[in-house]
């Protein structure tokens, strides 16, 4: 965490439907793992605990404690481990039953987010069995931690690093129109969390990519996916366990679909920090109106793993960057002919010294030229 960089992970841990033992012992093993390789966040995919696709299960009193008691199992045995867990179980508030992630830290659930928009159309029926966020602000549940827990939208914050800061989302909540983390960004969230349980369909993944990278860019933001695998293909859906960290429009690591795996990288929240202030039309939303829970983590060093390119301004080496230069040079010719053209210039000028930023102007003075139709003697080069 030293250098504002945070090392974070997300994972598709094997699971058995409606088995919640087996699926606390598999995330538990992905927490482990995570801790080994210095993570500091661990995003796990929707209802994980006990399976996404349990079906009119989730009206069973035995699921609902056994998930009750899946979280309290994870609490107690990772209790040691310096990791940020979300996980995704149901949770039972009022009379209602919820779609959930439990924010959990060693030993200690520090918050649980209900999902906001639950989809209900194609193969979809969550509104069978859940309800959708409750309005209004953060109020408190029972049951499933040490005295009331936090319940609602809300924001984790570090009290060592104040950049970082993040909030969770589930799965379809990034597709709807207006996403919940749109206004956690505003209002501090550096990091968004998103557990998902994202059914695979041809061209999917490309699409899934397409969101999460887009959605880091606009909220200049980390996004980490952590997306259902093959575990819960028990009945005409698959799933590919395809998860993502993305950060600012770019996409740092993924695991591959169909691969019981981990992805692993690091945030560089102060980054953002800056780009958010460098940016003007970045919103400064309302901290006060989400519940802060803060938690402490001490700083340590993050050994970084993510690409950091020799030339950051240029792709490399290969049809990425031939593009990229071809598109430079159109740009500039283009720009030089409207000029040409509007003061009626009868020549171009251009001093050549032999090196690269002569030859290029050179070369861009040609291409206007030809953009206006007129011959190459009409550039002297001097």
Same mark, same amino acid.
């Given at each position: 965490m030293q *250098?504002?960089?945070?090392?974070?992970?997300?994972?598709?841990?094997?699971?058995?439907?409606? *088995?919640c033992v087996f699926n606390t012992a598999a995330a538990v093993g992905m927490a482990r793992r995570a801790a080994q390789c210095g993570a500091r966040l661990l995003v796990l995919p929707e209802l994980c605990l006990t399976g996404y696709t349990c079906g009119d299960l989730f009206l069973r009193e035995t699921l609902i404690e056994g998930a009750r008691a899946a979280l309290a199992s994870l609490c107690a045995q990772t209790r040691a481990l310096p990791v940020l867990i979300v996980a995704g179980l149901p949770v039972v508030s009022g009379a209602k039953l919820y779609n959930c992630a439990a924010v959990v830290y060693q030993g200690r659930v520090l918050g649980i987010v209900p999902k906001t928009h639950l989809p209900n159309y194609g193969e979809f029926y969550e509104r069978r069995w859940f309800v959708p966020a409750p309005d209004g602000s953060c109020g408190f549940v029972r049951g499933y931690g040490e005295g009331e827990v936090p319940f609602g939208r809300m924001l984790f914050q570090c009290e060592e690093l104040g950049e970082f800061c993040f909030a969770v989302e589930l799965c379809e909540d990034l597709w709807a129109p207006v996403a919940p983390s749109a206004a956690y960004a505003a209002a501090g969230a550096a990091v968004i969390a998103n557990l998902s349980a994202s059914v695979e369909t041809v061209g999917k993944d490309d699409y899934r990519r397409a969101l999460v990278t887009g959605q880091s860019g606009r909220l200049v933001c980390g996004y980490l996916y952590a997306n259902a695998g093959e575990g819960e293909s028990t009945t005409d859906l698959v799933f590919s366990g395809h998860s993502m960290i993305a950060e600012n429009g770019s996409m740092l690591a993924q695991t591959g679909r169909f691969e019981q795996t981990m992805a692993v990288s690091e945030i560089d929240v102060q980054r953002l920090a800056f780009e958010r202030r460098r940016l003007t039309t970045f919103p400064a939303g309302d901290a006060q109106s989400f519940l802060t829970i803060p938690f402490s983590m001490p700083l340590t060093e993050t050994k970084l793993t993510r690409p950091v390119p020799a030339l950051p301004f240029v792709p490399p080496k290969g049809p990425?960057? *031939?593009?990229?230069?071809?598109?430079?040079?159109?740009?500039?010719?283009?720009?030089l002919k409207k000029r040409i053209d509007h003061t009626g210039a009868k020549t171009a000028v251009v001093g050549i010294s032999g090196g690269l930023d002569s030859a290029l102007a050179l070369l861009v003075c040609v291409r206007a030229m030809e953009l206006?139709?007129?011959p190459h003697t009409d550039v002297h080069a001097v």
């Open positions: *250098d504002g960089f945070i090392k974070v992970a997300v994972a598709t841990p094997e699971i058995r439907v409606a *088995d990425g960057r *031939d593009q990229c230069c071809a598109g430079i040079l159109q740009v500039q010719a283009h720009g206006l139709g007129r």
